[in-house]
């Protein structure tokens, strides 16, 4: 990763999961440089994230592979191209320039390019957020979905929500120094190593924390971004109230598109449609390969975007080259640069 | 063949008529309703979530404990939210109805 923020390159990929790891091999072997945005702080996007143990084995030639290993194994193989990465920031806006295209990410970081690959699986990852009105309002300073500094909540009165690691974690964590520790889960069960819930629940019984089952969350009251209490529900719709200066909300991962919805591309059901032969977009210059492309009879599957990753370098070439000739090559023929 | 009707967020009916073998969440993706189901059946999110009519959530399966952990990452829960994918049509779910749910 590079410290500077404005960068100049042929191709921007967007995500850095398998297919947009090999998209870095594909453009290189066309000569075309590349650079990567992802959202996670780690390269390898759902291999990474939500599988690294899990075996793969419909990858050609890889009889069984685990996630973590195909995203090694990728590495490995774009290193001669010298990939470029900016983890740990989504891509926020897209503009038009007089050659290519701007992205801009969260961060501030600019890729300009000629063409863009857009690899982005299904969205960046972020927070799994509770679909609560106007929890917005209340984000950073009263309602959190990633907690860092366990101190700022010393004598305060705090809502977890959730049935995971991060939800019990933190209850141990802040038994002992919150005013009022709630846990509202929807059943008794709890994601979670089998020792820290047998604490979380020895807490419980000593009467540190309140375990508050079955229920889920309702709605929030407070002001401004202050949050004054969390108002939940069973399943069958019995309420109560939940009086709160914090909650904690730990509902996991889940994928947005988020900013790439509202560039004008043919986005339908989460996925973009694109013409399968180039996988390009209805916008110019700009392709999406993998999970995140669609086509009829598309199959979400790894090796599919590894096909689809060749076709869109190929149909990049001439937005990045107008005046070159294409020169199809096997890479028996080429070689790849030595390290 | 055994019929499925989904009912949409804005109350809209669709009725399908859907392949034994298939899930439901196929036969609402063959119907392209608005449904991200994001994982395509991997038991990896929860984009398939669907409220089954109470009448015929018995005839749905077993929930495995899988499903049941990323329920509890799902939201407005109901005692008869299912994954979708996790329904396989049967001559037995003929007549089944699910509500979808908002695509977040």
Redesign the interface.
Known sequence: MTKQSQHITDVAIIGAGPVGLFSVFQCGMLKMSTQVIDALPATGG?CTA??PEKPIFDIPAAPKVSGAELIERLEEQIKPFNPVFHLNQQVVSLERQEEGWQLTTSKGTTVSAKAIIIAAG??AFGP?K??LANIEQYENKSVHYLVQNREQFRDQRIVIA???DSAVDWALALADIAAETYVV???D?F?ALPESVAQMRALADQGKIELVIPY??ASLEGEGDQLSAVNIKT??GEERRLEADHMLSF??L???LGPINDWGLDV???VINVEPTTCATNIEGIFAVG?IASYPHKL?LILSGFAEVAQAAHAAFKFVNPDEALHFEHSTSSGVPSL | MPKVTFIKVDGEKVEADAKVGNTVMEVAKELDLPMLAACGGALACATCHVVVDEDWYDKTGEVCEDEEDLLDTAHDLTPTSRLCCQIKVTEDTDGLVVKLTPMS
């Open positions: 759902q939500l599988y299904a969205g799994n509770p679909p959730g049935g995971g889960h929807r059943r069960r994601r889920q969350l399943l069958e509902f996991g889940v994928n947005k339908h059901n989460g999970d979400k």
